[in-house]
């Protein structure tokens, strides 16, 4: 069962949480991590993006960076920017995007959960992304983004913070530029902290939605910690780290779409007619094929778009990695048509998060007079059967919307 512990969070004055809110370092690019911070001395990108106060040749992964970031931090808590929490709380984090409302608990995952699989994984890691965040953990002494959670509230739990919303007013409501709300209500009764860890403890699983390299890089933080106080009673913060539970079926994925630079030295006839070998292909007049439906997809090649519908014999009989879209477009098209032999390290292949306009596909296209695909979002079942099982996504299958933003919580290593 889940343990998921209440915590003193570091966090931002009330008026001052609108500009600290940051999106998640890893998406967003340096040059546009600089420009926000130009523009705001407050936000979090400070520290989790700390490359962006350092001279332009300075390297993303230089030891400066991450001294930088400490500073960085450190100097907010010394203006008053952030302050810390006096007694462990839980904190209900709201997020509304486009009408939909989703709620969740901010609080602590043990790192014990993670190693035993009470924490389920769908994504592989890769080292050097987990070096850069176990740096960041490790020389802040700080997580200072949250991870991405799901599960299956009970009853009981999903009524508590129904009524805890009721009766108290919100700590932090503000709207962000991207028109997605944020709203945060303190959980700091004794009672209520109670019941929520006891509800918490009924939970066979939690699953990572998204921020697997900053889960993996606390976890290997905290069992550097361990072996550095080997008389670790297993207490100290440092075999916790900051999460946010939703329910799972609050939560919106969006696609993940691909596109591959070029056509692996084919013409774009000659591909069209490889991929119409394996799927129904229909050229959709005027305007970007969206699909909607599992196995269709929508792809753009040399000023047309087209509608694809992969044929059954492709994904019937299958494991439901299989039956994914992303391991269908892989398996049929990306390697054996484009070259593209593994998705997480070739250089010809980009990723485009679902909140991009699928014209954004087109243009990336046409600019390198490459090949665009526009996939339907993985759903939350899949995913969670798919952890269960123990089995792996193929990277890059979900995008989910809206971002939780850092610098709300702040999960300090070493607390007072």
């Given at each position: 069962?889940?343990?998921?512990?209440?915590?003193?969070?570091?966090?931002?004055?009330?008026?001052?949480?609108?500009?600290?809110?940051?999106?998640?370092?890893?998406?967003?690019?340096?040059?546009?991590?600089?420009?926000?911070?130009?523009?705001?001395?407050?936000s979090f990108l400070h520290v989790d993006r700390a490359e962006?106060?350092?001279?332009?040749?300075?390297?993303?992964?230089?030891?400066?960076?991450?001294?930088?970031?400490?500073?960085?931090?450190?100097?907010?808590?010394?203006?008053?920017?952030?302050?810390?929490?006096?007694?462990?709380?839980?904190?209900?984090?709201?997020?509304?995007?486009?009408?939909?409302?989703?709620?969740?608990?901010?609080?602590?995952?043990?790192?014990?959960?993670?190693?035993?699989?009470?924490?389920?994984?769908?994504?592989?890691?890769?080292?050097?992304?987990?070096?850069?965040?176990?740096?960041?953990?490790?020389?802040?002494?700080?997580?200072?983004?949250?991870?991405?959670?799901?599960?299956?509230?009970?009853?009981r739990l999903s009524g508590l913070l129904a009524q805890w919303?009721?009766?108290?007013?919100?700590?932090?409501?503000?709207?962000?530029?991207?028109?997605?709300?944020?709203?945060?209500?303190?959980?700091?009764?004794?009672?209520?902290?109670?019941?929520?860890?006891?509800?918490?403890?009924?939970?066979?699983?939690?699953?990572?939605?998204?921020?697997?390299?900053?889960?993996?890089?606390?976890?290997?933080?905290?069992?550097?910690?361990?072996?550095?106080?080997?008389?670790?009673?297993?207490?100290?913060?440092?075999?916790?780290?900051?999460?946010?539970?939703?329910?799972?079926?609050?939560?919106?994925?969006?696609?993940?779409?691909?596109?591959?630079?070029?056509?692996?030295?084919?013409t774009p006839e000659q591909v069209l007619s490889r991929i119409?070998?394996?799927?129904?292909?229909?050229?959709?007049?005027?305007?970007?094929?969206?699909?909607?439906?599992?196995?269709?997809?929508?792809?753009?090649?040399?000023?047309?778009?087209?509608?694809?519908?992969?044929?059954?014999?492709?994904?019937?009989?299958?494991?439901?990695?299989?039956?994914?879209?992303?391991?269908?477009?892989?398996?049929?098209?990306?390697?054996?048509?484009?070259?593209?032999?593994?998705?997480?390290?070739?250089?010809?292949?980009?990723?485009?998060?679902?909140?991009?306009?699928?014209?954004?596909?087109?243009?990336?296209?046409?600019?390198?007079?490459?090949?665009?695909?526009?996939?339907?979002?993985?759903?939350?079942?899949?995913?969670?059967?798919?952890?269960?099982?123990?089995?792996?996504?193929?990277?890059?299958?979900?995008?989910?919307?809206?971002?939780?933003?850092?610098?709300?919580?702040?999960?300090?290593?070493?607390?007072?």
């Open positions: 069962m889940a343990v998921f512990r209440a915590f003193k969070a570091l966090r931002p004055a009330r008026e001052k949480a609108a500009a600290v809110a940051a999106l998640p370092y890893d998406v967003v690019s340096r040059e546009e991590a600089a420009a926000i911070g130009k523009e705001n001395p407050d962006m106060d350092l001279p332009a040749d300075a390297g993303l992964y230089d030891p400066e960076v991450y001294k930088k970031a400490k500073e960085n931090l450190l100097q907010m808590e010394e203006k008053g920017i952030l302050s810390q929490d006096h007694k462990p709380c839980y904190y209900i984090y709201e997020l509304v995007r486009k009408g939909k409302v989703q709620t969740g608990i901010a609080g602590c995952a043990s790192i014990d959960d993670y190693l035993n699989n009470v924490v389920k994984k769908h994504e592989l890691t890769r080292s050097d992304k987990e070096l850069d965040r176990i740096n960041h953990v490790d020389v802040c002494d700080a997580n200072t983004g949250p991870i991405y959670l799901a599960c299956r509230y009970t009853d919303k009721k009766d108290h007013l919100a700590e932090y409501d503000f709207t962000e530029e991207d028109e997605i709300t944020h709203r945060v209500w303190v959980i700091d009764e004794d009672e209520a902290i109670a019941l929520i860890r006891e509800e918490m403890e009924k939970i066979p699983a939690l699953y990572i939605a998204d921020g697997h390299h900053r889960a993996a890089s606390a976890v290997k933080v905290g069992l550097k910690r361990r072996e550095e106080n080997p008389g670790y009673t297993g207490d100290e913060e440092f075999n916790f780290f900051l999460s946010v539970v939703f329910p799972y079926d609050q939560l919106t994925i969006l696609a993940y779409n691909r596109v591959v630079k070029d056509l692996n030295g084919q119409k070998e394996k799927f129904d292909m229909t050229i959709v007049p005027g305007f970007p094929a969206k699909p909607v439906e599992k196995h269709c997809f929508g792809l753009y090649l040399d000023g047309f778009w087209y509608l694809l519908k992969a044929k059954p014999e492709l994904y019937e009989g299958k494991d439901v990695v299989g039956q994914l879209d992303s391991q269908l477009l892989q398996e049929q098209v990306l390697a054996p048509i484009l070259g593209i032999g593994d998705s997480r390290t070739d250089k010809r292949i980009s990723f485009v998060g679902g909140s991009h306009k699928l014209r954004e596909l087109q243009a990336m296209a046409d600019k390198s007079r490459g090949i665009a695909f526009a996939l339907y979002p993985t759903s939350m079942e899949d995913l969670m059967q798919i952890a269960d099982e123990n089995k792996l996504m193929p990277p890059k299958s979900t995008w989910f919307e809206p971002k939780l933003r850092s610098g709300i919580f702040i999960h300090k290593l070493c607390q007072r």
